[in-house]
């Protein structure tokens, strides 16, 4: 079964994305190395568009798996579309990750390694295409500890983290722990993904659970977390299980209303909802620099949410968005004409959806419905 959904994800790869190969010359590292690149399938026809970069260190390997989910994920619109770049470290792993037996930081070919990576890769692939200000850095191993060097800067590099079954080097995960709650008082958002299975490592996979449990008990809500424990999974065959967890964890802000999202964080609302769904794409904006025009689905988890609570009066908010954001549409005036209905104008209301005349119908909000309900509101009243 795994390998029917390998061979998948290459297919789908090959038949959508666009590969480049890259070579960069390194100073720090004194050689040249070899990257692997997926461009988004939509690159060339935005050329006014930028794209979180995702770094995926053992890209000899993990690209593949990485990218296609990547694909996968985007086509759906659970996240957007990002540029993949694998770091080819077949032959140089253990001199890219070594640590000082001293303090265990980077040391000698593993301080040049992390140079190249801080100083040298990101403004080479940003120097030749269009990345956002959102970094995800993707670690297996002892490349899953590395990464954390950089959650460690004072101003990481990365905004995201994404750590299967790291070997942690000691007080790793002291000084993870340390940083979260530092990372608490300055309120930057920042993304760790944490993996491990039954089956990992020992040693890995008993870090991994007593890290999680520190972590679980720092109430800060700039740090977005997400661990996971795979039953009956190996070293090796949790990563295919994770990533798409991690990037669904990573990205989650940017998907649809779900009904979790609806349940626990709008309906339970003491403030307005349309302020929420402001909050929403604003974050997306903020985060991602992509400028997501509302989906129908959330003003209609936004709608449900002011009929379920009867909270009438926040249709006006809402439609005025929608008419922002779908003018063409009957959309704005549809829940405008909500408004004034819910709240005693019902001529206002029979005005209001007779005005979407000329305006187009648009995913259950139809024209003919609109032009029903005036009728209806004009029979009932006698105007």
């Known amino acids: 079964m795994r390998f029917f959904i390998i061979l998948f994800l290459f297919f789908f790869q090959i038949s959508f994305s666009q590969i480049v ?12 190395r070899e990257l692997k690149i997926q461009l988004p399938r939509n690159y060339e026809l935005n050329p006014d568009q930028f794209f979180p970069l995702i770094v995926v260190f053992d890209g000899d390997y993990l690209f593949e798996v990485v990218a296609g989910n990547v694909e996968y994920i985007s086509y759906w619109r659970d996240m957007p579309d990002a540029i993949v770049v694998g770091i080819n470290q077949a032959k140089s792993r253990t ?12 040391y000698r070919s593993g301080a040049k390694f992390y140079e ?16 956002s200000d959102f970094r995800i850095a993707i670690g297996h191993g002892e490349t899953a500890n590395y990464i954390n060097y950089f959650f460690f800067q004072k101003s990481p590099v990365f905004n995201g983290f994404v750590a299967l079954s790291p070997s942690f080097a000691p007080f790793v995960q002291e000084n993870l722990v340390r940083k979260l ?19 990992d490592i020992k040693r890995n996979q008993k870090q991994a659970t ?16 997400e661990f996971d424990n795979f039953e009956g999974l190996s070293h090796y065959s949790l990563v295919p299980r994770s990533i798409p967890n991690a990037l669904d964890n990573m990205f989650s802000v940017y998907q649809p209303i779900n009904r979790d999202e609806y349940e626990k ?7 307005s909802p349309v302020d929420y769904l402001v909050d929403k794409y604003e974050t997306i904006k903020d985060l991602f620099g ?6 129908i689905n959330d003003f209609k988890a936004i709608a449900a949410a002011i009929e379920k609570n009867k909270q009438y009066d926040f249709y006006k908010d809402l439609g005025d968005i929608a008419r922002k954001h779908h003018p063409e549409t009957v959309l704005g005036f549809y829940y405008l004409a909500r408004f004034f209905e819910e709240t005693g ?9 007779r005005s979407s005349y000329t305006l187009g119908s648009i995913q259950g909000y139809s024209k003919d419905e609109m032009l029903d309900r005036a009728d209806a509101i004009q029979k009932e009243f006698g105007y």
């Open 265 to 271: 964080n709008i309906l339970t609302l003491d403030s």
């Open 95 to 106: 001199e890219d990750t070594t640590l000082s037996v001293e303090d265990h930081f980077p």
């Open 290 to 295: 992509i400028e997501k025009q509302i989906l």
């Open 181 to 199: 709650r530092i990372e608490q008082k300055k309120q930057v958002k920042l993304f760790y993904y944490l993996s491990t299975a039954s089956l």
């Open 345 to 353: 104008k019902p001529k206002k209301a029979m005005n209001a959806y």
């Open 210 to 225: 007593e890290l999680n449990y520190k972590i679980s008990t720092i109430e800060n809500p700039s740090i977005f977390y």
């Open 21 to 32: 190969y890259e070579s960069i010359e390194s100073e720090a590292l004194g050689t040249t």
């Open 116 to 131: 190249f990576i801080d100083s040298e890769l990101i403004e080479f692939i940003e120097s030749k295409y269009r990345c």
